[in-house]
């Protein structure tokens, strides 16, 4: 079987490099080297070759390298059963990112899926059970995207409404724009909704038939519920109709309370340690950290199952709080899924249970090799 992997890369004015390049062949990836040399950065790079705003959810302004002339630029050949595919981002005059595929501007930023996939764990997401629910949800929003990539759009333009919503509400603005807005709201919001309870549906059946597997705790998710009462429709024109309703006649508290208080965005991903039937965020570091990495490795599964693309895994300081059996556990997990993984450390040591199923590559001021 061919492993779909990227066999080069480059990138221009990203973050701390003037310029980089990686040739690479199908095995992982290692990036060693001291805290601040630019080992995140360049798992970055690869994250905004997908649609959103990458690992660090950052404004495509500040990846320009600071002091540059030049436009962040990052560019990659991945292999495919079809033949090698030339992917590239890079930033455009009004702050934001242009994509071309094969030497041509794509239709849009969501076609980079059709030729890489990618999921990431990074040391920010360690507190993910225990932190605020719009991390949880940004999470489960990022799963959702690998899988139907137009979702990260969706999001991002059912909020630019939610905060037209809230303005007009402020300003007593006219009401049939606010219905025009509202409506515009409900058929994002159903779309959201819907992709996050099917995707979590699928993602839990996956997780449970692998109960057994001592190598990483399994995970029980669900969704707290989209309205105080009554249950959500199951037919996308029914969920519409009733989130424009529900808004229509909260306009009066939504106003006094400076915010739209029922929606999509209300929502809280919860996650249950399922061996020990216990809420995550009760458990120990490290067993929420295994809890997360379990599920990262079952969602890269489920998205090989669902689209037949492996995504391509960015884990950022992995290793550092593994024991040693759990890090050779990780590894075997990864060889089983057969994609090419990146990982970042500061300690080559801890990659040594890879042996010859990685390229190492040190990494210092912003400069590879």
């Known amino acids: 079987m061919l492993i779909r992997h990227i066999s080069r890369l480059r990138l221009t004015a990203f973050r701390n490099y003037t310029s980089a390049a990686l040739d690479l062949d199908e095995r992982h990836v290692v990036l060693t080297g001291p805290n601040g040399s630019g080992k995140t950065n360049l798992l970055e790079a690869i994250s905004v070759l997908s649609p959103g705003r990458g690992l660090r959810g950052a404004s495509f302004e500040t990846l320009q390298q600071h002091g540059s002339d030049h436009g962040w630029a990052v560019a990659a050949t991945v292999e495919t059963g079809d033949g090698p595919s030339d992917i590239g981002t890079g930033a455009t005059p009004d702050g934001g990112r242009r994509v071309r595929i094969n030497g041509a501007n794509a ?8 030729y890489l996939r990618v999921l990431w764990l990074t040391p920010a997401m360690d507190g993910l059970f225990s932190g605020p629910a719009g991390e949880r949800r940004r999470f489960l929003d990022r799963l959702v995207t ?4 137009s979702h990260s759009a969706a999001v991002g333009d059912f909020e630019k409404l939610m905060r037209q919503r809230n303005k007009l509400l402020e300003e007593e603005g006219d009401p049939r724009w606010l219905s025009a807005v509202e409506a515009q709201m409900a058929e994002l919001g159903a779309s959201i ?9 699928h ?9 057994d597997d001592g190598s990483f705790p399994a995970a029980e998710l669900a969704l707290t519920p989209l309205f105080d009462t009554g249950p959500v429709p199951e037919t996308s024109a029914a969920l519409e109709s009733l989130m424009a309703q529900r808004w229509h006649a909260l306009r009066l508290l939504d106003r006094a309370a400076g915010r739209t208080t029922l929606g999509p965005h209300r929502v809280d991903l919860e996650v249950m340690h399922a061996q020990k ?12 950290k295994a809890l997360l990495i379990g599920l990262i490795l079952a969602h890269a599964r489920l998205v090989r199952l669902r ?5 391509f895994l960015l884990l950022d300081e992995i290793a550092a709080h593994l024991d040693p059996d759990r890090r050779r556990a990780l590894f075997s997990a990864l060889d089983g899924l057969e994609t090419q993984c990146f990982l970042t450390g500061t300690d080559a040591v801890l990659f040594e249970a890879l042996e010859d199923r990685a390229q190492r590559i040190p990494v ?5 090799g």
Do not use: W
């Open 364 to 368: 210092r001021d912003g400069r590879l």
């Open 146 to 149: 690998t899988l139907i990539p």
């Open 107 to 114: 239709r849009s930023i969501e076609a980079m899926s059709d």
């Open 193 to 201: 909704h819907l992709n996050r309870t099917d995707s979590l549906q």
């Open 307 to 311: 689209t037949g693309i492996v995504p």
């Open 277 to 288: 039937r216990m809420p995550a965020a009760l458990g120990s570091t490290g067993e929420q």
């Open 203 to 211: 993602l839990q059946a996956l997780v449970s038939e692998s109960l």
